[in-house]
């Protein structure tokens, strides 16, 4: 996925990705996007029965997890996993203490509750 730069437009965001589409097939491909379960949150300006402009805000969790963004399901165990290979590996005491702290911390908030955390740690950082 191609990070967005700061104050780049759409139209210059596909042109340096290579990808040729005039305003109006932004727009439409946009509209579908955005849709009922959509991909992406966009609001559009609309006058004359048309779109006159649009603002972009960010992907949303289909969007996500489309382009492999969201954590997986097993996202927990994982994480789990990491911390688990890291204490094995850990050589002195401080920081062995501080993994298995954070081993401890993330057990206890359960899976559900650190699948959540992840989430919205990766949706604040994508929008």
């Known amino acids: 996925m191609t990070a967005l730069k700061m104050n780049s437009s759409l139209e210059q965001v596909c042109a340096d990705a290579g990808v040729t589409l005039t ?16 991909y992406l949150d966009v609001t559009f300006n609309r006058s004359g029965g048309g ?15 489309a382009t492999e963004q969201w954590p997986p399901d097993d996202a927990y165990l994982m994480l789990m996993a990491v911390l688990e290979r890291r204490l094995e590996a850990a050589t002195d005491e ?15 908030m359960g899976r559900e509750l650190a699948v959540d955390v992840m989430a919205e740690v990766i949706s604040k950082k994508m929008g």
Not at 94 to 108: H, M
């Open 23 to 38: 305003r109006h097939e932004l727009i439409r491909s946009l509209e579908r996007l955005s849709g009922a379960g959509g």
């Open 51 to 65: 779109v006159v402009g649009y603002h972009f805000h960010s992907v949303l969790e289909r969007g996500l997890r």
């Open 94 to 108: 401080p920081t062995k203490g501080r993994i298995r702290s954070a081993l401890d911390g993330v057990a206890g």
